[in-house]
């Protein structure tokens, strides 16, 4: 199996998402409504509508990562990207049949879609390693593999590392014979001390959710909704890694049966789940909202298609010499399907209006505010045809992840009828568990936004930005073998988003 427990946090967003105006709160409204967005945090904000509406966003990204591995902090470390999106379409569908304090005034539905994660993002990290290769974890694998296992079972990294002579077999005095790596600084027959690595992680995609909403409103104070939620999973990686000798530091390179290696590995995954969420709103005084919402768990059915190849110069040994995974497979990409849970969450938020509230055209605002709880630690694999894999998997998120407490808060100022400023604030809690296998990384994220609004006789505009900034941990590879593994890259993240919100009131 390819599939790793970092792919836990793939299905459990750590960013505000939505309209350009829940974006610009910080993505905080469990206890607010009347925005399209409730219906995938809280159902209940639905109920919130007596007229119909329709909208559409769209936006664009740009993420940076910084990354210190090894020591280096300074040379081959950059990775950005930058892309185009359309975060949120949707309408809403409302009907206001009364006004009366003991019955149930009008009940609203909602349909569309809204990108809670956005895959698109690049980490490059280099270091000089005297202890390792990447190519050690297919020794690793193939330890107990006979000839024809290594020649065939091991398709996206062994098989083609043997068959393009990085991969070796090296007989021992007493006549015993193991998998080596020739571009490994520890491998038996000695001559290599050291390699120059290059990772580069490119991904693209996202998390998109279609949800089908219904809330009623009752008496004008308590609204009541649930929604059906299809997240759609549109996920594509390519993940590189480049070794150079680095013997005497690169100077005067011995002819020691390695020079390089360039190794590539393509996955595309797409799946789609199914959830629910329920959620109520209360309007304990005109001022004065709160808002509770809970959220299933999730369930992912996915399916992940590979490729991979690789070039290797080996010098005197076998010299250039190239091999793709279809030379192993007979031309077909290494393809699983498997599930996926990801974690229920829970939340709960308040809102407070301040300003002259007796009607619309007044200045007035309001303050908002979210704690969210998810236990990241919970996710869950199924493999039903790897048990094994599935065991040792569930047991590393559980080692690797933790539960998490998330913050978000916005204010909104409304002026002269048709105008609307915003800003807001969320902190995401750091999902790692604090070890050395997560160098001790603090991966909380703070989001800072603002925003603009404009509204005039059923049409309306919202624009907001918003800056993602934090820490992060990347582990380029794991050996079973004690003392290959080298530490984990920290990464200095950050992301910068703008969104453009246009809707019409029917």
Same mark, same amino acid.
């Given at each position: 199996?390819?599939?790793?427990? @970092?792919?836990?946090?793939?299905?459990?967003?750590?960013?505000? +998402?939505?309209?350009?105006?829940?974006?610009?709160?910080?993505?905080?409204?469990?206890?607010?409504?009347? *925005?399209?967005?409730?219906?995938?945090?809280?159902?209940?904000?639905?109920?919130?509508?007596?007229?119909?509406?329709?909208?559409?966003?769209?936006?664009?990204?740009?993420?940076?990562?910084?990354?210190?591995?090894?020591?280096?902090?300074?040379? *081959?470390?950059?990775?950005?990207?930058?892309?185009?999106?359309?975060?949120?379409?949707?309408?809403? $569908?409302?009907?206001?049949?009364? !006004?009366?304090?003991?019955?149930?005034?009008?009940?609203?539905?909602?349909?569309? &879609?809204?990108?809670?994660?956005?895959?698109?993002?690049?980490?490059?990290?280099?270091?000089?390693?005297?202890?390792?290769? +990447?190519?050690?974890?297919?020794?690793?694998?193939?330890?107990?593999? *006979?000839?024809?296992?290594?020649?065939?079972?091991?398709?996206?990294?062994?098989?083609?590392?043997?068959?393009?002579?990085?991969?070796?077999?090296?007989?021992?005095?007493?006549?015993?014979?193991?998998?080596?790596? @020739?571009?490994?600084?520890?491998?038996?027959?000695?001559?290599? /001390?050291?390699?120059?690595?290059?990772?580069?992680?490119?991904?693209?995609?996202?998390?998109?959710?279609?949800?089908?909403?219904?809330?009623?409103?009752?008496?004008?104070?308590?609204?009541?909704?649930?929604?059906?939620?299809?997240?759609?999973?549109?996920?594509?990686?390519?993940?590189?890694?480049?070794?150079?000798?680095? !013997?005497?530091?690169?100077?005067?390179?011995?002819? @020691?049966?390695?020079?390089? +290696?360039?190794?590539?590995?393509?996955?595309?995954? !797409?799946?789609?789940?199914?959830?629910?969420?329920?959620?109520?709103?209360?309007?304990?005084?005109?001022?004065?909202?709160?808002?509770?919402? +809970?959220?299933?768990?999730?369930?992912?059915?996915?399916?992940?298609?590979?490729?991979?190849?690789?070039?290797?110069?080996?010098?005197?040994?076998?010299?250039?010499?190239?091999?793709?995974?279809?030379?192993?497979?007979?031309?077909?990409?290494?393809? %699983? *399907?498997? @599930?996926?849970?990801?974690?229920?969450?829970?939340?709960?938020?308040?809102?407070?209006?301040?300003?002259?509230? /007796?009607?619309?055209?007044?200045?007035?605002? $309001?303050?908002?505010?979210?704690?969210?709880?998810?236990?990241?630690?919970?996710?869950?694999?199924?493999?039903?045809?790897?048990?094994?894999?599935?065991?040792?998997?569930?047991?590393?998120?559980?080692?690797?992840?933790?539960?998490?407490?998330?913050?978000?808060?916005?204010?909104?100022?409304? $002026?002269?009828?048709?105008?609307?400023?915003?800003?807001? $604030?969320?902190?995401?809690?750091?999902?790692?568990?604090?070890?050395?296998?997560?160098?001790?990384?603090?991966?909380?994220?703070?989001?800072?936004?603002?925003? %603009?609004?404009?509204?005039?006789?059923?049409? &309306?505009?919202?624009?907001?930005?918003?800056?993602?900034?934090?820490?992060?941990?990347?582990?380029?590879? /794991?050996?079973?073998?004690?003392?290959?593994?080298?530490?984990?890259?920290?990464?200095?993240?950050?992301?910068?988003?703008?969104?453009?919100?246009?809707?019409?009131?029917?």
């Amino acid at each position: 199996m390819a599939q790793s427990s @970092n792919d836990a946090l793939l299905y459990s967003p750590n960013q505000p +998402f939505g309209t350009a105006r829940a974006q610009s709160l910080g993505g905080a409204g469990i206890g607010l409504g009347g *925005d399209y967005s409730s219906a995938h945090t809280n159902p209940a904000g639905i109920g919130m509508f007596k007229t119909g509406e329709v909208f559409i966003s769209a936006g664009l990204g740009l993420t940076n990562n910084n990354s210190t591995y090894l020591g280096n902090g300074q040379l *081959d470390n950059k990775g950005n990207k930058t892309n185009f999106q359309i975060p949120s379409i949707g309408v809403i $569908f409302a009907s206001n049949k009364g !006004t009366g304090d003991k019955a149930w005034n009008n009940v609203s539905f909602s349909l569309g &879609y809204t990108r809670l994660a956005n895959y698109n993002n690049k980490i490059v990290v280099a270091g000089y390693n005297d202890k390792s290769s +990447f190519s050690d974890t297919w020794v690793d694998q193939m330890w107990y593999a *006979d000839s024809a296992g290594i020649v065939n079972d091991y398709p996206l990294g062994g098989s083609i590392g043997y068959r393009a002579g990085l991969i070796d077999r090296f007989r021992h005095p007493d006549g015993v014979v193991d998998p080596m790596s @020739n571009a490994s600084p520890t491998r038996p027959t000695g001559g290599l /001390t050291a390699i120059q690595q290059r990772g580069i992680l490119e991904t693209r995609g996202g998390l998109n959710e279609f949800a089908f909403a219904v809330a009623g409103n009752y008496g004008n104070r308590l609204y009541i909704g649930g929604s059906i939620n299809v997240p759609n999973v549109n996920y594509r990686e390519d993940f590189t890694v480049m070794e150079d000798d680095a !013997t005497n530091n690169g100077a005067n390179q011995p002819n @020691n049966d390695f020079g390089y +290696f360039d190794y590539r590995q393509y996955l595309r995954r !797409t799946g789609i789940g199914i959830g629910a969420k329920i959620g109520v709103l209360y309007k304990a005084t005109p001022r004065f909202r709160l808002g509770g919402a +809970f959220h299933t768990p999730t369930y992912y059915s996915l399916h992940d298609s590979y490729t991979a190849d690789i070039d290797v110069n080996t010098e005197n040994y076998l010299g250039k010499q190239y091999a793709h995974s279809d030379n192993v497979t007979g031309g077909y990409p290494v393809e %699983f *399907d498997y @599930n996926y849970v990801a974690p229920l969450r829970a939340m709960a938020g308040a809102t407070y209006f301040f300003g002259d509230i /007796t009607h619309v055209s007044n200045t007035q605002g $309001f303050i908002t505010a979210d704690y969210e709880y998810v236990n990241q630690s919970s996710g869950k694999f199924k493999m039903s045809d790897y048990r094994d894999d599935e065991k040792a998997l569930n047991q590393n998120i559980g080692a690797i992840y933790k539960a998490v407490s998330n913050v978000r808060v916005g204010a909104e100022l409304k $002026f002269a009828t048709l105008y609307a400023v915003r800003a807001g $604030f969320a902190w995401y809690g750091n999902p790692y568990s604090n070890d050395e296998y997560n160098a001790n990384t603090d991966a909380s994220r703070k989001v800072y936004s603002a925003g %603009f609004g404009y509204r005039n006789k059923g049409l &309306y505009a919202d624009l907001a930005y918003s800056y993602t900034q934090g820490n992060d941990r990347y582990r380029l590879y /794991t050996s079973t073998t004690q003392g290959l593994t080298p530490a984990a890259a920290t990464l200095d993240y950050n992301r910068s988003n703008v969104v453009l919100t246009l809707g019409l009131k029917f």
